[in-house]
């Protein structure tokens, strides 16, 4: 069956420097970077990659980060909070907007 | 629940978890990922730790275990293979001896055993793998923190998380309450307390089908969990690695999860983790004195590659350090990312 996504292309991300390499080496380098221990734990980022997937809604990512949260010591309560704090900023986002659809009806309205 | 071997399980056989193993192609065998790190033939390094396993009897039949422990298995070790143990450890200054089972003091000569090693010297480390369950289970078992304190015993015990939910899944149902009852009685009498010199360290092992995180990360968040909710203290935590034999391979299988966490463990090979391996400073004795490289191969029964030293009554401290230790494609547990052994994190 062809499908868009393919849980088994998660694997050949690496692979994405054959067609670019020298962005793609950069790229990784500072992935990697990024989600090292800094003043923020590994395992905080790893939630907050959690929720970011969630938010952009990639199938990759959800799962790379169900598995890295899981290895980093989370439990289901903590991931599932996460991916509220996702959903509530998307919510939020489109409700503060509603400002804007506020003020032009007062502006055009007698 | 039964172990695999009272139910007639296929996997309780090793010979058929071993082809299970080599049947299936992951890209690449253990030897052959040694001989690039050039590792092969792996070798001690020397022998500083003797760990005999007392016995496959368990008061608890948790899901992952290796050994396929639990309350219908009889095999425990006898008083005269201890007494070849002894021998060996006061004659090769063994510096450390691992007790492990099963549930070690279960065994009806394990207090004689123990003392009988402190008899040797006030100076060796005595370790006990012990569930915590058991100091509960009957009033017989009550007093072994005392016990332990009183032989200078380093107590290793094992937590997979620091909630009933998932302890209770991979532990059985009621466990981590218990264990939390444990850890405080020790807690009272000074193990795990700074100062004490009484050394408490907890076990972490993934309860499903996935690696263990750093251990630094997930002993900061143990120690912060345990003290803050359960006023529970502990000296360090130990990650280890589900190695895909016994009962753990049976959950892989029954899962669905035995390919992805086969490739994830093979992908996931760090040379660094494979020079670090314990089965290089290990000797492992089996309940019925029978030598092995670790006790993941004792499990297999793979036993040690020295002729003329495969029992302890035979033992060759020579013929065993210049031994080539056997590994297989489990050993890919070992060497996945951090690295994995008795005593966490290797690389
Ligand atoms: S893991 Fe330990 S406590 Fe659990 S059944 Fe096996 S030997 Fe017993
Ligand atoms: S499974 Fe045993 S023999 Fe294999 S690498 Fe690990 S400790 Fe060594």
């Known amino acids: ?52 997937a969630h938010a952009v809604q990639c199938p990759y990512c959800i799962d790379a980060y169900t598995v890295d949260s899981m290895e980093k010591g989370c439990d289901e309560e903590q991931m599932m909070e996460a991916v509220h704090v996702a959903a509530a900023i998307r919510g939020g986002a489109s409700l503060v907007h509603s400002t804007q659809m506020m003020n032009k009806v007062k502006e055009i309205s007698m | 629940m039964k172990s695999l071997k009272a139910q007639n399980h296929p996997l309780s056989s090793s010979k058929y978890e071993i082809e299970l193993l080599e049947s299936t192609d992951f890209g690449g065998t253990f030897e052959s990922k040694l001989e690039e790190s050039g590792l092969f033939p792996l070798k001690p390094t020397q022998i500083e730790i003797l760990q005999i396993n007392m016995g496959k009897m368990c008061n608890q039949v948790c899901k992952h275990c290796h050994v396929d422990a639990g309350p219908d298995r009889k095999e425990i070790m006898e008083r005269e293979v201890m007494n070849h143990c002894l021998k060996v450890i006061r004659e090769n200054k063994i510096r450390t001896v691992d007790l492990t089972g099963g549930a070690p003091e279960m065994n009806p000569h394990f207090r004689w055993f123990v003392s009988e090693i402190r008899a040797i010297d006030s100076e060796i480390n005595i370790i006990v793998r012990c569930n915590l369950t058991i100091i509960l289970a009957n009033p017989k078992y009550h007093d072994l923190p005392e016990f332990y304190k009183e032989n200078k015993i380093e107590v290793v015990s094992s937590l997979p998380y620091f909630n009933a939910a998932k302890t209770d899944a991979q532990r059985g149902d009621g466990v981590f309450e218990k264990s939390i009852k444990a850890l405080r009685m020790l807690n009272e009498i000074g193990y795990g307390i700074p100062g004490t010199g009484l050394v408490l360290n907890l076990v972490y092992n993934p309860s499903g089908a996935f690696l263990p995180g750093s251990q630094e990360g997930l002993e900061a968040e143990f120690k912060k969990k345990l003290s803050n909710q359960y006023a529970v203290e502990f000296n360090s935590l ?69 002729p003329g030293s495969q029992h302890i009554k035979d033992w060759k401290q ?21 690295g994995s052994s008795c005593g966490g994190a290797t690389a």
């Open chain 1, 1 to 52: 069956m062809k499908t868009y996504y393919n849980p088994e292309d998660l694997k050949k991300f690496g692979n994405i420097g054959d067609f670019q390499k020298s962005m793609a080496d950069k790229f990784f380098d500072y992935y990697g970077e990024v989600f090292k221990e800094g003043a923020l734990t590994a395992r905080e980022k790893s939630l907050i990659a959690l929720a970011v």
């Open chain 2, 238 to 306: 130990f990650t280890i690695t589900n190695i895909p034999i016994s009962r753990f391979l049976e959950y892989l299988q029954r899962s669905g999860n035995y390919e992805a966490y086969m490739e994830k463990l093979i992908s996931s090979y760090n040379p660094s983790a494979a020079s670090n391996v314990m089965c290089r400073s290990t000797v492992s004795v089996g309940w019925d004195g029978y030598l092995y490289d670790c006790d993941f191969n004792q499990m297999l029964e793979l036993k040690v590659n020295s």
């Open chain 2, 318 to 338: 020579n013929a065993l350090k210049e031994r080539e230790i056997v590994v297989n494609q489990h050993c890919f547990g070992c060497t996945a990312g951090a």
